[in-house]
């Protein structure tokens, strides 16, 4: 789960702030606007966990005002529902199960102490809009746990109401408002795979009637133009002739290009995608501590079975960020990597870990604009300018944020 100033961080980020992350906490410039919403004394402010008397910092700890603030910025205006999960989060041990839904791919392993707890997961709604020369929407959930992983499952889950009630003891459930924070870039990052497939689907139809509409427009002119053409050359014309045929020629050609590029306009493909609302659910959960033997060294791994989908909680790679259920560990600092970074160590984690080399996970607005970026491409369609995160206000369900950059299906003049 994402620290305090990880989460103050990361809100200023979204809000156009100029973040730099120093060994003694935060230092920022943030517009105006935000100062004036969060009550900071200037413009440039350093923020830190527990700041002492000295040094100009302001607290953006656990408890903090500053934090409540943000965490109240960043959830206004969405509709945040409470339920608890009926039921235990197992019937039986779940240690067992671990040893069956991982693949521990370098590392022998066997299962150890459990314990019973409760955690509050998320679903998420966002609205999507995908427009061009048409227009499609729609509604989809996606799922956080309370570690901030993944949760699959979670819309399948959620068709049995049955299993959810309202808090049986309003005051004793969780605050909810920082969590939130602290999940969003989980939920952004799911919500663009899930978008993937209507986008993608999109696309190709948009790109189907633009490649059509295009070879009508350059058929036109490609044919006008050449008749012109041979019209000058069957001519005897005087200078001043050739000169004003050889100037409409040229117009036409201009007046190609224009069409052209109100062609590429009309087909420009744009995305809104808007967080519509909330339902944090407290469930009951297992976790269980799992004995990892790599080589010589020894240590315990916890892992958590989520009693409301009932799955396990994937394993975050600590080099990519990807969610994984195959997990090996470096030799050095025994990071976790999935199979793929796994496969970059030169022998199964002995060497050349990834991790170790400072490589981190994907910072969640980069991996937002590589995904938009990566869906554009591989269906032709180059892309105007930088694909931008959601902003705030798709967190909050004001107003439908960009999630991506118009791009249209530019072809070669």
């Known amino acids: 789960m994402s620290d305090p100033l990880d989460i103050c961080a990361r809100f200023l980020e979204v809000e156009g702030a100029a973040v730099d992350r120093t060994p003694g906490g935060i230092e920022a410039v943030v517009p105006e606007r935000i100062v004036t919403a969060l009550g900071l004394p200037d413009e440039f402010v350093r923020l830190a966990d527990a700041p002492g008397d000295g040094g100009g910092f302001v607290a953006a700890g656990y408890g903090s005002a500053l934090l409540e603030r943000v965490a109240g910025l960043a959830t206004a205006g969405v509709p945040v529902a409470r339920a608890d999960v009926l039921g235990a989060a197992a019937d039986k041990a779940v240690g067992a199960r671990a040893l069956e839904r991982f693949d521990f791919l370098n590392a022998a392993v066997t299962s150890g102490a459990e314990a019973e707890s409760k955690g509050l997961d998320r679903a998420w709604w966002f609205r999507y809009a995908i427009e061009a020369d048409e227009r499609v929407e729609g509604l989809f959930v996606v799922g956080t746990s309370a570690q901030d992983a993944p949760l699959r499952g979670l819309a399948e889950a959620l068709a049995d109401p049955r299993r959810l009630v309202e808090p049986r003891d309003p005051a004793s459930f969780p605050s909810t408002a920082g969590s939130l924070v602290a999940a969003w870039p989980v939920a952004a990052s799911e919500s663009l795979a899930r978008l993937s497939a209507p986008l993608t689907t999109f696309i190709r139809a948009v790109g189907r009637r633009h490649a059509r509409d295009r ?7 490609r044919d006008l133009i050449a008749e012109m053409r041979r019209d000058l050359a069957r001519r ?24 052209l590029a109100d062609l590429d306009d009309k087909y420009a493909v744009r995305v809104s995608l808007t967080l519509a609302a909330v339902l944090c659910l407290r469930v009951p959960r297992r976790s269980c501590d799992l004995t990892v033997r790599r080589r010589s060294q020894q240590f315990h791994f916890p892992v958590v079975y989520d009693g409301f989908v009932q799955d396990f909680d994937p394993v975050t790679c600590q080099c990519c960020g990807a969610s994984t259920y195959a997990v090996g560990f470096c030799d050095e600092a025994l990071h976790a990597l999935c199979r793929s970074c796994l496969g970059r160590t030169g022998g199964a984690g002995r060497r050349g870990c990834p991790a170790c080399a400072g490589e981190q996970p994907e910072e969640p607005q980069a991996r937002l604009r590589r995904e938009f970026l990566t869906i554009a491409r591989r269906e032709g369609f180059p892309v105007e300018g930088e694909p931008a995160p959601p902003s705030r206000d798709s967190q909050v369900g004001g107003r439908p944020a960009e999630a991506g950059a118009a791009v249209s299906r530019r072809g070669r003049d």
């Open 236 to 259: 005897v014309l005087s200078p001043e002739g050739v000169a004003r045929r050889e100037a409409k020629i040229e117009a036409t050609a201009r007046d190609r290009l224009a069409k």
């Open 215 to 221: 070879r009508r427009i350059e058929t036109y002119y």
